[in-house]
């Protein structure tokens, strides 16, 4: 039986409890972890990421409102996952929000939201969401793609993009028409999308935000203060240390 990981978040408007559930062996290449986000009270949470919806991949963070005594079930995709379910290439959803049901057949999303509704518990809302992805997955990976998202994760998404492309063996336009169109964005928006990843991560360990900056890539403070605004709308301090996203 696979872990349920839950914790209790608060935020401005009540408590939060968080489940997150990591996928079985078989999709574990095309998804990090389910989480279900059930709450006690209206919220409004901020996500770097009652219908089925599909975000594509942004560079700002999505501000979701929940009704009390609601959920929602979310499936994070690995960089390149989506590109197994969906036929469209995915640039072509980046920074968008869709109901499902555009993108696949109506009757099977419309069979999903009701087996998610009605299962009892944490584990049987992930089974029906493994149940849905793996009856759709195409797997289709380009190795270019995966030895350059695997260089971008190692430098922290600090590295120039005509480097990496010279490391490849292939021209920055190759490189960049072939990331588009699997993982969603451009190389330069996905290294930018890493560093605020690893700035939200480390920041309960940082001394402070000069010290967070440095740690997740910026080169100082004010370009981290910028680049975090620009992102959220809010400022990092205040963000971060209200707990308002997940």
């Given at each position: 039986m696979r872990e349920l990981r839950p914790s209790l978040r608060r935020g401005d408007s009540g408590a939060v409890t968080v489940t997150t559930v990591a996928p079985g062996p078989a999709l574990a290449a095309y998804l990090r972890s389910f989480e279900i986000v059930e709450t006690r009270a209206p919220i409004s949470r901020v996500i770097p990421t009652g219908a089925a919806v599909l975000t594509g991949l942004r560079v700002k963070a999505r501000r979701m409102a929940t009704e009390g005594g609601s959920g929602v079930v979310v499936a994070k995709f690995t960089e390149t996952g989506a590109a197994a379910l969906l036929d469209p290439p995915l640039h072509e959803l980046f920074g968008d929000v869709l109901p499902l049901d555009q993108l696949l057949p109506a009757s099977e999303v419309e069979r999903l939201v009701d087996e998610v509704r009605r299962s009892a518990d944490p584990a049987g809302r992930v089974a029906?969401?493994?149940?849905?992805?793996?009856?759709?997955?195409?797997?289709?990976?380009?190795?270019?793609?995966?030895?350059?998202?695997?260089?971008?994760?190692?430098?922290?998404?600090?590295?120039?993009?005509?480097?990496?492309a010279r490391r490849l063996g292939v021209s920055q336009e190759v490189l960049e028409k072939r990331?588009?169109?699997?993982?969603?964005?451009?190389?330069?928006?996905?290294?930018?999308?890493?560093?605020?990843?690893?700035?939200v991560e480390v920041h309960r360990s940082a001394r402070d935000l000069g010290t967070l900056a440095l740690e997740a890539g910026y080169y100082d403070q004010a370009h981290f203060n910028r680049q975090f605004r620009f992102i959220t709308g809010s400022a990092p301090g205040a963000l971060l240390t209200s707990e308002e996203y997940c």
């Open positions: 029906a969401m493994e149940r849905f992805v793996s009856s759709r997955l195409r797997p289709r990976l380009d190795p270019l793609v995966e030895r350059a998202l695997s260089l971008l994760r190692a430098s922290g998404g600090s590295v120039r993009i005509a480097d990496l990331f588009r169109r699997q993982v969603g964005a451009t190389p330069r928006q996905f290294a930018s999308i890493l560093r605020f990843r690893r700035a």
